[in-house]
C-alpha cells in the first residue's frame, strides 16, 4: 500500500487550449499537497512549436524549472489515450521511481474537494482504479459510473448508426441532456452508488490509476483516436484482474463539451461512430 506521502502523476492534453492548461495546472500545484504532484501534458495541437513555452507561467513555470512538470510533443494529434501514452512514456523516462498514483485528467474540470490527494492516500486500500463523483458542468448529474455494470453491445452499434448524422446526432445530445437534467435533481433524487462499490467503467475526464496497473501490464491501450476510452480501460482492467471502484469521497466537476461542440462538426461526428462501432465490436467478446 502506499505511504501517507504516495508519489501522484497527473497526466493532460492540450490542444490550442493552452491558457485553460496552464490555469488548471496551477490550480493543481497551488492546492493542499501539490508539492507532492509532478504532472506531463502532452501537446496534441497539430503543427505547434512544442519549444514555444510562453504560455507556462506562475507556479507551472516554476515545476518546469525544478522539472515537476514536464511537457512534450511532436506537433502531431495523437488522440485521447494516444495522448496519455505518449505522456506515461514520458513519465516513465523521466521519473524511474514509478508513482503510486497516476491520474488522467481533462483540463475542463475544477476539483472541489480540497484534499484530495490525501483522500487518494485512504483509497489506497482498495488497490483499484478510483471512479470519483465527476459533477456535469451542463446537466448537474454525476457523471460516474458511467457504467454501472457492463453493457449490452447492441447500443453502442445503434449509438455508431445516430452518430453519423447531424440531426440524429443533435436529437440523441438533447434528449440525453434533458434525460441527466431529470436524474441530477431537479425533478427527482440522483442516487450515487456505495463508497468503495465496484463498478464497470469510469467516466473518462479525471480517473486514478493505481501503480499496480501498470505492474500488471496496463497500457491504456486503445485503437479509438476519441471517445469511448472508458470501454478500452475498462476492458484492460477486466484482464488484468483491476477492479474499478466508485468513490465520492473525491469530487470534480466537469465543464462538459468545453473541449468538444455539443453539436458536433462532421469530423467529430465520424469519431463518435468509429468509436462506438469499435466498442460494440469490444463487448461482443
Same mark, same amino acid.
Given at each position: 500500500?502506499?505511504?501517507?506521502?504516495?508519489?501522484?502523476q497527473?497526466?493532460?492534453?492540450?490542444y490550442?487550449n493552452?491558457?485553460?492548461?496552464?490555469d488548471?495546472?496551477?490550480?493543481?500545484?497551488?492546492?493542499?499537497?501539490?508539492?507532492?504532484?509532478?504532472?506531463?501534458?502532452?501537446?496534441?495541437?497539430p503543427?505547434?512549436?512544442?519549444?514555444?513555452?510562453?504560455w507556462?507561467?506562475?507556479?507551472?513555470?516554476?515545476a518546469h524549472?525544478?522539472g515537476?512538470?514536464?511537457i512534450?510533443g511532436?506537433?502531431?494529434?495523437?488522440?485521447?489515450?494516444?495522448?496519455?501514452?505518449r505522456?506515461?512514456?514520458e513519465?516513465?523516462?523521466?521519473?524511474?521511481?514509478?508513482?503510486?498514483?497516476?491520474?488522467?485528467?481533462?483540463?475542463?474540470?475544477? $476539483? *472541489?474537494?480540497? @484534499?484530495? #490527494?490525501?483522500?487518494?492516500?485512504?483509497?489506497a486500500?482498495h488497490? !483499484?482504479? %478510483?471512479?470519483p463523483?465527476?459533477?456535469?458542468?451542463?446537466?448537474?448529474?454525476?457523471?460516474?459510473?458511467?457504467?454501472?455494470?457492463r453493457?449490452?453491445?447492441l447500443?453502442?452499434?445503434?449509438l455508431?448508426?445516430i452518430?453519423?448524422?447531424?440531426?440524429?446526432?443533435?436529437?440523441?445530445?438533447?434528449?440525453a441532456?434533458?434525460?441527466?437534467?431529470?436524474?441530477?435533481?431537479?425533478?427527482?433524487?440522483?442516487?450515487?452508488p456505495?463508497?468503495?462499490?465496484?463498478?464497470?467503467?469510469?467516466?473518462g475526464?479525471?480517473i486514478?490509476?493505481?501503480?499496480?496497473?501498470f505492474?500488471?501490464g496496463?497500457?491504456?491501450?486503445?485503437?479509438?483516436?476519441?471517445?469511448?476510452?472508458?470501454?478500452?480501460?475498462?476492458?484492460?482492467?477486466?484482464?488484468?484482474?483491476?477492479? $474499478? *471502484?466508485?468513490? @465520492?469521497? #473525491?469530487?470534480?466537476?466537469?465543464?462538459?463539451?468545453a473541449?468538444? !461542440?455539443? %453539436?458536433?462538426?462532421?469530423?467529430?461526428r465520424?469519431y463518435?461512430?468509429?468509436?462506438?462501432?469499435?466498442?460494440?465490436?469490444?463487448?461482443?467478446?
Open positions: 500500500m502506499p505511504s501517507p506521502s504516495a508519489t501522484i497527473v497526466l493532460c492534453l492540450a490550442g493552452h491558457a485553460e492548461v496552464c488548471y495546472v496551477n490550480r493543481l500545484l497551488d492546492g493542499p499537497d501539490g508539492d507532492r504532484l509532478r504532472i506531463v501534458v502532452t501537446d496534441n495541437t503543427g505547434r512549436d512544442t519549444t514555444d513555452l510562453s507556462v507561467g506562475g507556479p507551472a513555470a516554476r524549472s525544478s515537476r512538470l514536464v512534450v511532436d506537433g502531431v494529434n495523437h488522440g485521447y489515450f494516444g495522448g496519455f501514452r505522456g506515461l512514456r513519465a516513465f523516462a523521466r521519473w524511474p521511481d514509478a508513482a503510486d498514483w497516476t491520474i488522467l485528467s481533462n483540463t475542463d474540470l475544477s $476539483i *472541489r474537494t480540497a @484534499g484530495w #490527494i490525501r483522500e487518494l492516500d485512504g483509497l486500500v488497490n !483499484s482504479i %478510483i471512479a463523483k465527476v459533477i456535469s458542468g451542463l446537466s448537474g448529474k454525476n457523471q460516474n459510473p458511467i457504467y454501472l455494470s453493457p449490452r453491445p447500443k453502442f452499434l445503434v455508431s448508426w452518430f453519423r448524422f447531424g440531426f440524429s446526432t443533435a436529437l440523441y445530445r438533447l434528449a441532456l434533458y434525460k441527466d437534467r431529470l436524474i441530477s435533481g431537479r425533478l427527482r433524487i440522483q442516487k450515487d456505495g463508497e468503495g462499490q465496484e463498478i464497470y467503467g469510469a467516466h475526464s479525471f486514478c490509476i493505481p501503480k499496480s496497473y505492474d500488471r496496463g497500457q491504456l491501450e486503445c485503437k479509438s483516436f476519441l471517445y469511448v476510452e472508458e470501454i478500452c480501460l475498462a476492458e484492460e482492467a477486466r484482464r488484468l484482474g483491476i477492479p $474499478i *471502484r466508485y468513490s @465520492g469521497l #473525491i469530487e470534480v466537476v466537469h465543464d462538459e463539451h473541449s468538444t !461542440s455539443f %453539436i458536433p462538426p462532421p469530423h467529430i465520424r463518435l461512430a468509429e468509436a462506438h462501432y469499435l466498442a460494440y465490436r469490444i463487448l461482443q467478446t
